[in-house]
């Protein structure tokens, strides 16, 4: 059950895949950050007065990376996401509290490669506001974890030492939430 300092949003509100994003960074030969994101998203955030609930999804053969075709070959295959057998990346929150100031902090479930970690995420929010388009919300979180949890173990030692690709991996989502039922009620 989710844990609620302040709930400004009653009924579902569906991710919207663009502008969203879901945005990852990882060290790379030691001297720069690597970045990427995956496009195809879906997700929901449910507030029923009292709790609220968050899930969501990336397609793992959505990623950024696409040149050169080897390292997307890499990144998708075996070593990596395994996108054959674990097409998707899949949250699922346990808790998610929200403060009057716009802190959000969101606990939950992570799954990557079919691994399940307990991971937590702290950002901000905008309530629920009219718009040309509907009501919106967002929803912006940042967190990061060892990819050794997820059974991402590849590494190569680079000739002068250390290695080819950090283990911590940076994630950043900014999401944009509009709600599923608004229209219905106009």
Not at 142 to 161: A, I, K, L, V
Request: charged residues 25%; aromatic residues 10%.
């Amino acid at each position: 059950m989710a844990s609620v300092a302040i709930q400004p949003f009653l009924g579902t509100y569906l991710v919207l895949p663009e502008p969203s994003t879901f945005a990852f960074a990882v060290r790379h030969s030691g001297v720069f950050w690597f970045r990427g994101s995956l496009s195809d998203v879906a997700g929901t955030l449910r507030g029923d007065g009292s709790t609220l609930a968050l899930e969501g999804s990336a397609r793992v053969d959505s990623i950024s990376v696409t040149r050169p075709a080897a390292m997307r070959a890499s990144v998708l295959g075996p070593e990596f996401f395994d996108a054959e057998r674990h097409p998707e990346i899949m949250f699922r929150s346990t808790a998610v509290r929200l403060a009057a100031e716009g802190q959000a902090e969101v606990d939950g479930e992570l799954t990557i490669r079919g691994v399940t970690c307990p991971i937590a995420a702290r950002g901000r929010y905008d309530a629920p506001r009219s718009s040309s388009f509907g009501e919106i919300a967002g929803l912006q979180l940042q967190t990061s974890f060892d990819r050794r949890e997820f059974g991402f173990d590849w590494q190569m030692e680079m000739p002068g030492g250390g290695n080819a690709v950090g283990w911590d991996v940076v994630v950043d989502i900014d999401l944009l939430l509009k709600r599923e039922d608004a229209d219905a009620e106009g």
